[in-house]
C-alpha cells in the first residue's frame, strides 16, 4: 500500500492533468445523457401493461391516449373545431372526443346520458388525446397554446412534461444553494479559510465525472438525475475531510510533505474504504427492486461513491499537495466549540436515552409499516402548481376518470359482442369505443371513415377503447383492473391485452410491493456482513444496524401518524438510501470508543468520543440533512420532494441515536464489545509473565 501511494505521490503532476482532462470529457458527456420522466417505463418488461403496450404499439399507429384536454363554454360544432386543431398538432396522434362514440346529428336529448356526460357537459367539452412520447413537451406546449390558460389539460403526457421542464431548473437551484451551505458549513468546521475551496473542488470533479459517466447507462430516470448529484455530495464530504485532517496530523510527524502525505493515505485508507463500502453496498441493494428505478438509482449512487474514493486516494493528494502553502497562510482559529460538556451532557443520559430507545423501537416498526401509499404519478403535482389546478377542475366537471385499451383476437364478431354487453354493465364504464359498438350504432358501419377503423381493427386485433369513471389509482382502480382482466380471460383465455394509467398503476404496485422485504433484507444483510468482518465482532453489527434501522423506521412513521400518504417508490428507496449514507456515523463513533477504551475507562470513553467525533458527524449529517430538505421544499415533483424530506428528516433520525443513544448502548454492551480484546491481552501478560519466570530459574 505504502508503495502504490509512494507512486501516487511522485506523479502527482500527471495524475492532476488526468483528472483535469477527465471531468472536461465528462462535462461534455453529461449533456448526452438522457433523463425518463415516465415511471411506467420502468416497469419489468414481463408485466402486463408493458406487454399489451408493446403489443398495441405493434399492431396500431395510435397508442394509449395520455391526455385530457377540457375546454370551457363551448358548443358541439365549436367542440370540434378545436378536436380539428388538436388533431393538427405535431405529435398527436389520435384525438377521441363524442362524435367518435355516437351520431352527434341527433338531438342531445336522444343520445344516452352517462355516453353523453363522459364527452360533454355543462357546455364543458372533454377531449382525449393520444402524444407520441418523443414529442410530448412540444406537443403538451403546442395544445396549451391553443386552449389558452383559461381551459386545462392533464394526463401522463403533460405529468411527464412538465416534470421534464420543472425539474432541471429546480435541480439547478437547489444545486446552487447546496454548495454554498455545503461551503458555510466547512468553514465552520475547517482550521483554514482555503481548505473548503480544496475539498468542494474534489466533491465538483468527483459529481462530473460520475454525471458524465451515467452515459454508460444509455438514460437515466429523472430520480437518479435529481437526487443523484446531491446525494453524493452529501455523503462523500466526509472523506476528503477526513483526509486533509490526516495530513495535518501527519505533519506534525515530519517536515517532508510527501511523506506526510504517503502516512495519511496509508493511516486512513482502513477507514475511509470501509465508510465507503457500507454505502456502495447500501445502495447496491437498490439493484434487486424488480421497478427499474430501483436499479438505475442504485447503481447511479454506488458508482458515485466509488468515483469519490478515487478522486480522494488519487486526485485529492495530489491537489492537497500543490496547495499545502496556501492551507498554511490560511490558518485561523477554530470557529466551532468544542463538545467536552455535550460529551459530559450525554453521558449523564445514556441510560434514560437506551430506555427510551427500547420503548420507541416497537413503535417505530410497526408505524413504519402502516402507512398508505400513493404508487403511479397523477399525485405528482399538487394544486399549487398549474397541473394540479388544471386537474382538480378537469376531476370536478367531469370526475377522476382514465381510458383503459383492451386487444382481442380479431374475428369473432359474436363474443366480442357479449365481452362488450358484460363489460357495459360495469358501472365504472361509461362509454365504449369498439367495432362491434360501433356496428351496433344507428349509423352505418360503412358511413364510419377510414381512420376511426384503422383505430379500432388491426391485422390480428380489435381494439376496444373503454372510458372509465374512476382515478388513475386506489383500491376501487385495481379492483376494477382486476373484473376487467377476469371478464377477458374468461371470453379470451390469454389472448387478450389490457392498457391504460390505472392498469401500469395496478402492476406498479403489484411489482414494487414486491420488492419491499427483498430491498431491505439485502441492504440490512450486505451491511451487516461488512461490518462483522471489518469489526470483527458479532454484538457490534448487530447495534449499528439495529440503531440506524430504527432511525428509518422512525423517519417512515412520520407519515403515518401524521395521517400522509405517501408516494410508495420514495418509501422503497429512502430505506436503502439512509442506511448506506448514515450508517458512517455509527461506525465512526464505535471506532473511536473502542480507540478510546484502551486507555479510559467506560465514561471516560463516552465522554471523549462524543467530543472527538461530534464535529464530524455533524458535517456530514447537516449536508445531508440541508440537501435533502432543500430538494423537498423547493422541487414542485410531489415524489422528489417527498424522498428529500425522507432524507433530510433521516438524517436527523440518524444523527439523534448516533449522538444521544448509541453511546449508551456501547456503555452497556462493553463487556461484549471490548472483553474478547481484553480477554486476549490478559492471555499475553500471563504468557510473558511465565517466561520470566522460566528465565529467573
Not at 414481463?46 to 384536454?69: C, H, W, Y
Not at 458549513?185 to 483554514?192: A, E, G, R, W
Not at 444509455?218 to 476528503?240: C, H, K, R
Not at 370526475?399 to 386487444?407: I, K, M, N, S, W
Amino acid at each position: 500500500m505504502r508503495k502504490f501511494y509512494t507512486g501516487v505521490v511522485r506523479r502527482r503532476k500527471n495524475i492532476l492533468i488526468f483528472f483535469i482532462a477527465s471531468v472536461i470529457l465528462c462535462a461534455v458527456l453529461k449533456n448526452f445523457v438522457s433523463v425518463n420522466y415516465d415511471m411506467n417505463d420502468y416497469l419489468p418488461e414481463d408485466a402486463k401493461s408493458t406487454v399489451a403496450l408493446d403489443m398495441m404499439e405493434q399492431e396500431f399507429e395510435g397508442g394509449i391516449p395520455n391526455t385530457r384536454v377540457m375546454i370551457n363554454h363551448v358548443t358541439i360544432p365549436e367542440a370540434l373545431e378545436y378536436k380539428e386543431k388538436l388533431k393538427a398538432v405535431d405529435g398527436v396522434t389520435e384525438v377521441t372526443w363524442l362524435d367518435d362514440a355516437v351520431d352527434i346529428t341527433l338531438p342531445i336529448s336522444a343520445i344516452d346520458k352517462d355516453t353523453l356526460e363522459t364527452y360533454y357537459a355543462d357546455n364543458t367539452a372533454l377531449l382525449t388525446v393520444t402524444i407520441e412520447e418523443e414529442s410530448r413537451i412540444s406537443a403538451v406546449a403546442d395544445i396549451r397554446e391553443i386552449i389558452g390558460d383559461e381551459n386545462a389539460m392533464s394526463g401522463s403526457a403533460v405529468s411527464t412534461a412538465t416534470a421534464t421542464l420543472n425539474t432541471v431548473s429546480e435541480i439547478q437551484k437547489i444545486t446552487v444553494i447546496a454548495v454554498l451551505f455545503v461551503l458555510i458549513v466547512l468553514i465552520l468546521t475547517t482550521s483554514s479559510w482555503v481548505e473548503p475551496i480544496i475539498i468542494l473542488a474534489g466533491l465538483g470533479i468527483a459529481i462530473l465525472i460520475n454525471g458524465g459517466t451515467n452515459l454508460i447507462f444509455g438514460e437515466i430516470s429523472f430520480v437518479t438525475n435529481a437526487a443523484g448529484s446531491i446525494l453524493q455530495l452529501a455523503v462523500s464530504l466526509d472523506y476528503s475531510v477526513f483526509l486533509i485532517h490526516r495530513f495535518e496530523e501527519c505533519r506534525k510527524e515530519t517536515t517532508d510533505v510527501q511523506e506526510a502525505m504517503v502516512d495519511a493515505l496509508c493511516k486512513s485508507t482502513t477507514s475511509i474504504l470501509s465508510s465507503g463500502l457500507t454505502t456502495v453496498i447500501g445502495f447496491l441493494a437498490l439493484v434487486f427492486m424488480q421497478f427499474q428505478i430501483g436499479p438505475d438509482l442504485g447503481l447511479a449512487l454506488a458508482k458515485g461513491v466509488a468515483v469519490s474514493l478515487i478522486i480522494v486516494f488519487l486526485f485529492m493528494p495530489s491537489l492537497v499537495l500543490a496547495a499545502y502553502k496556501f492551507l498554511d497562510k490560511t490558518k485561523h482559529r477554530p470557529l466551532m466549540p468544542g463538545f467536552r460538556k455535550f460529551g459530559a451532557a450525554v453521558n449523564r443520559i445514556a441510560i434514560p436515552m437506551v430506555c427510551l430507545f427500547a420503548v420507541i423501537v416497537i413503535p417505530a416498526y410497526l408505524g413504519s409499516n402502516a402507512n398508505e401509499y400513493y404508487y403511479g404519478s397523477s399525485k405528482i403535482f399538487n394544486e399549487e402548481t398549474q397541473l394540479g389546478r388544471d386537474m382538480e377542475s378537469i376531476d370536478g366537471v367531469f370526475g377522476q376518470r382514465d381510458t383503459y385499451v383492451l386487444l382481442v383476437p380479431r374475428g369473432d364478431t359474436a363474443t366480442e359482442t357479449a365481452l362488450s354487453d358484460e363489460l357495459h354493465e360495469l358501472p365504472q364504464i361509461t362509454g365504449m369505443i369498439s367495432y362491434v359498438d360501433m356496428a351496433g350504432a344507428e349509423i352505418p358501419l360503412e358511413y364510419l371513415d377510414e381512420d376511426t377503423l384503422s383505430q379500432l381493427m388491426s391485422e390480428n386485433y380489435s381494439r376496444m377503447v373503454l372510458s372509465v369513471d374512476a382515478s388513475y389509482e386506489g383500491e376501487e382502480t385495481f379492483s376494477l383492473v382486476e373484473t376487467i382482466r377476469d371478464i377477458a380471460q374468461s371470453y379470451y383465455p390469454d389472448t387478450w391485452y389490457l392498457a391504460g394509467e390505472g392498469v401500469s398503476t395496478y402492476d406498479l404496485m403489484d411489482t414494487v410491493t414486491e420488492d419491499m422485504v427483498k430491498v431491505n433484507l439485502a441492504a440490512i444483510a450486505a451491511v451487516f456482513i461488512v461490518l462483522l468482518l471489518t469489526m470483527k465482532s458479532v454484538t457490534l453489527p448487530v447495534i449499528l444496524v439495529l440503531s440506524i434501522e430504527t432511525a428509518i423506521w422512525l423517519n417512515l412513521s412520520c407519515p403515518y401518524f401524521m395521517d400522509q400518504t405517501i408516494f410508495y417508490i420514495a418509501y422503497l428507496i429512502i430505506s436503502s438510501i439512509q442506511l448506506g449514507a448514515t450508517v458512517d456515523y455509527a461506525i465512526l463513533m464505535t471506532d473511536r470508543y473502542k480507540e478510546n477504551r484502551q486507555s479510559l475507562s467506560k465514561k471516560e470513553a463516552v465522554r471523549q468520543t462524543i467530543s472527538d467525533v461530534t464535529v464530524s458527524i455533524l458535517t456530514s449529517g447537516s449536508v445531508l440533512t440541508a440537501v435533502g430538505l432543500l430538494l423537498g421544499y423547493i422541487s414542485t415533483n410531489q415524489l422528489l420532494a417527498q424522498l428529500g424530506i425522507f432524507v433530510g428528516r433521516g438524517a436527523i433520525f440518524s444523527l439523534a441515536i448516533v449522538l444521544l443513544i448509541l453511546p449508551g448502548l456501547l456503555f452497556l454492551f462493553d463487556k461484549l464489545i471490548t472483553g474478547t480484546k481484553k480477554k486476549h491481552e490478559r492471555k499475553k501478560f500471563l504468557f510473558h509473565r511465565e517466561v520470566m519466570n522460566h528465565e529467573s530459574l
